[in-house]
């Protein structure tokens, strides 16, 4: 790779954004390696000319890089080793994106490595406040999410610090500590971390969004009452759509749309190219998504909801898409990734 042209890379970086709207498998690993050469042939090379070539490409690699753990987790199968990763190299880029902040911060938590969680999700914090109009701000739940784990983080580590000094004082025998007590803050954590779980999930249908537990939700998506809705569901492994208690599997790409679908038609409103522009990689020489490229993916997404008697789900319009309304839904996804 080191050893094309700019033009030769560009030509590359064009095939792949075609591959990876056609969803094949290697595509999206391989289209972040060529902007990735790009962004340092052009950073190195600054010129009039290339100003907005760099402008362009560091966008496009930044948006790869932040929604990277979706296909590493559905599409390659892989742990969030390569997330986090992917994640350190948008802040390499992009030093306030808010979302990389939060789930670096996340995955720190999870690892018990809170001090370093702290430091993540204080930076969330203060990227979401200087950046409001980012495409990478916090989601409201998200916002709340975080001043939480930021707060389970802090005690966590005021937690640990008193149970050393408490140990201290046994060894020195300082009545002056007899009096410590670590017991609320522990409450304090439970509290909170059992708030993050029964709030892990957000849900959403035609008339009501609401916050549920994982195992609520699965409960929810198994009961009777359900089985008149679609349901759109963002497991941690997969995408599937479920219907009367059938159930397809989906792409990423195809879950997205179909969750745009679901969306718009919760506020009224037709779906067009351009309102799920930003989910595909390749345009055409206007810019906009190729008129083909968007067909296929409709086409592909229909067949998978023809499995399931809903062919007609989706309705072609003279001036855009319509989700089938008669048909109650449900989009099911976990907060830190809607």
Do not use: W
């Amino acid at each position: 790779m080191r050893n094309m042209s700019l033009k030769e890379l560009f030509d590359l970086k064009e095939e792949l954004q075609i591959a990876k709207d056609e969803e094949k498998g290697v595509s999206l690993p391989a289209l972040i390696g060529v902007e990735e050469e790009l962004l340092r042939r052009l950073s190195r090379d600054k010129d009039d000319e290339n100003s907005d070539h760099l402008a362009k490409v560091q966008s496009d690699l930044i948006n790869h890089l932040v929604y990277y753990g979706s296909y590493l987790k559905t599409v390659y199968k892989k742990d969030h080793l390569d997330d986090q990763k992917s994640l350190a190299k948008v802040l390499k880029y992009d030093r306030g994106n808010a979302l990389a902040y939060y789930r670096l911060g996340i995955y720190a938590y999870q690892r018990k490595y809170y001090v370093t969680a702290a430091v993540h999700f204080n930076n969330a914090l203060k990227s979401h406040e200087r950046n409001p109009h980012s495409p990478y701000r916090l989601s409201a739940q998200q916002h709340y999410h975080t001043l939480l784990y930021l707060t389970n983080s802090s005690l966590k580590v005021a937690t640990e610090t008193g149970e050393e000094t408490r140990k201290l004082k046994e060894q020195i025998e300082e009545k002056s500590l007899a009096n410590l007590d670590v017991v609320p803050l522990h409450e304090h954590i439970r509290q909170n971390e059992t708030y993050i779980e029964n709030h892990a999930f957000i849900v959403i249908s035609q008339s009501s969004v609401k916050m549920a537990s994982k195992e609520e939700c699965e409960e929810q998506i198994t009961s009777e009452e359900m089985k008149p809705y679609l349901i759109l569901y963002f497991s941690d492994q997969q995408q599937s759509v479920i219907f009367q208690k059938k159930e397809v599997l989906i792409t990423v790409l195809q879950a997205n749309v179909l969750k745009r679908f679901l969306l718009y038609s919760r506020e009224g409103k037709l779906v067009t190219k351009k309102d799920v522009a930003d989910l595909f990689a390749s345009r055409d020489q206007s810019g906009e998504i190729a008129e083909d490229m968007y067909k296929q993916v409709l086409k592909r997404l229909k067949g998978k909801l023809a499995e399931l008697d809903l062919a007609h789900t989706i309705i072609q319009q003279e001036e855009g898409d319509l989700y089938d309304t008669a048909i109650p839904f449900l989009c099911i996804q976990r907060t830190e990734e809607f």
